[in-house]
Each structure stands twice: as C-alpha cells, then as structure tokens.
C-alpha cells in the first residue's frame, strides 16, 4: 500500500486499537502512528458552561421559567405530598 490510510481509533489496553474504519490493506505489518484526538468539550469553568448553554438554549428559542413560575411549581409540588 503506497497510500497513507487515515482513520481515528479506540484504545481498549495500551496495546489494543480498534479502528472506526476498516483499514483498506490485506493481512501484514503496518506502520502506526498514535495521536490523541483533542477533547471536543475542553474543560470550562462553570461560568463560561452557564453563559455557553444559556446562548445555546436562547438560540433555540427556550424561555427560562420566571421566579413566579417556579414558585408556583413548588407550592403545587408541595401541595401534592399531603400531611405526612
């Protein structure tokens, strides 16, 4: 095989990969190259995911519960438990 074959993997031990993609060579020796894939969700402060998933849900147009909305939420909550 002349050309450069290009797929990402999963280790499962240290010695042990499985390819996301069947690798387009017969049976045989071939070289291995291993580079981590970058984490898609670098770690972030709880702020900086507070304000990213706000704009996300913003975005797909969801409107929080106001503070009287919950209120009333709870009380109903509460309300439905009785006297215990």
């Given at each position: 095989?002349?050309?450069?074959f ?45 304000t ?10 969801h ?22």
């Open positions: 095989m002349s050309a450069i290009t797929t990402t993997a999963t280790t499962t031990d240290g010695r042990t990969l499985t390819l996301d993609t069947p690798a387009p060579v017969g049976t045989g020796r071939v070289f291995v190259t291993v580079q981590p894939v970058p984490s898609e969700n670098p770690r972030r402060s709880l702020d900086e995911f507070l990213a998933l706000r704009v996300r849900q913003g975005a797909e147009g409107v929080p519960m106001s503070r009287d909305e919950i209120d009333r939420q709870v009380d109903q909550e509460r309300e439905s438990w009785g006297d215990r």
